[in-house]
């Protein structure tokens, strides 16, 4: 079974410092990482993914990420935040072993910009 | 580039009703995925086409759910006799399956509401 955790539920910070959202994960063989974010009554959009290789993954709108073996982890990273990243963002795992590579998702972490 | 869309957006419902919901993948995406997303919660696998086979239907999924994706372009999925645990976003994507963990693009979701 693969499995997702977020630990914050939300995370608060101020615009222009960095933002962390956390993501650990459970699976049976090697893991593909996804984050999405998702903006109030719209789906998710894309932001980036890990599937081998580099362990930073960089992807849309200044976000990256670090896929971390020994911890699970696959944080999601953005150097200088913006009002406009509040929003929910959610961490996927799937595997080669996964029907159809099906995602399943975290709980989500809402995140606060303040000006 | 026209992206997934899916019809209605909105859709309020009396319990014993039967809905239907239309899902319509980026053109040339050869998988097509259905998931459910309830109030606070992270989506979860309902079912996935591989052109126009149903390959997997999670437990969550049941006898009154029922998808098809005729021809392998646009998809439905049916819930007959409603009941007020339904009430959710129900989210579609498609993806280009060619190789491994292929992203999945998501559409902006129907949200169902059951009275």
């Known amino acids: 079974a693969q499995s997702v955790a977020q630990p914050e539920d939300q995370v608060n910070v101020a615009e222009g410092n960095p933002l962390t959202v956390k993501c650990t994960y459970s699976v049976s063989g090697n893991p593909y990482l996804f984050w999405y974010v998702q903006y109030p009554n719209r789906g998710l959009q894309f932001l980036l993914k890990?599937?081998?290789?580099?362990?930073l993954v960089k992807g849309s709108y200044g976000f990256e990420a670090e896929f971390n073996k020994s911890q699970t982890s696959f944080h999601l990273k953005k150097p200088s935040a913006l009002v406009s990243d509040s929003a929910l963002y959610f961490c996927a795992v799937t595997t080669i072993k996964a029907a159809g590579n099906k995602l399943t998702f975290g709980g989500g972490t809402r995140v606060l910009v303040k000006p | 580039d026209t992206g997934v869309s899916q019809d209605p957006r909105h859709k309020i419902t009396k319990r014993g009703q039967n809905v239907t919901f239309r899902c319509d993948p980026i053109?040339?995406?050869?998988?097509l995925y259905w998931y459910r997303q309830t109030l606070g919660q992270g989506p979860e696998f309902l079912t996935y086409?591989?052109?126009?086979?149903?390959?997997?239907k999670s437990r969550l999924l049941s006898d009154r759910f029922s998808a098809e994706r005729p021809k392998g372009s646009f998809s439905t999925l049916e819930i007959q006799r409603t009941e007020q645990g339904d009430s959710a976003m129900y989210l579609c994507a498609s993806s280009f399956e060619g190789g491994r963990a292929a992203t999945q693009y998501f559409g902006p979701g129907t949200r169902l509401l059951v009275l």
């Open positions: 890990y599937i081998t290789g580099d362990n």
């Open positions: 053109s040339e995406h050869n998988r």
């Open positions: 086409f591989q052109n126009e086979a149903q390959l997997e």
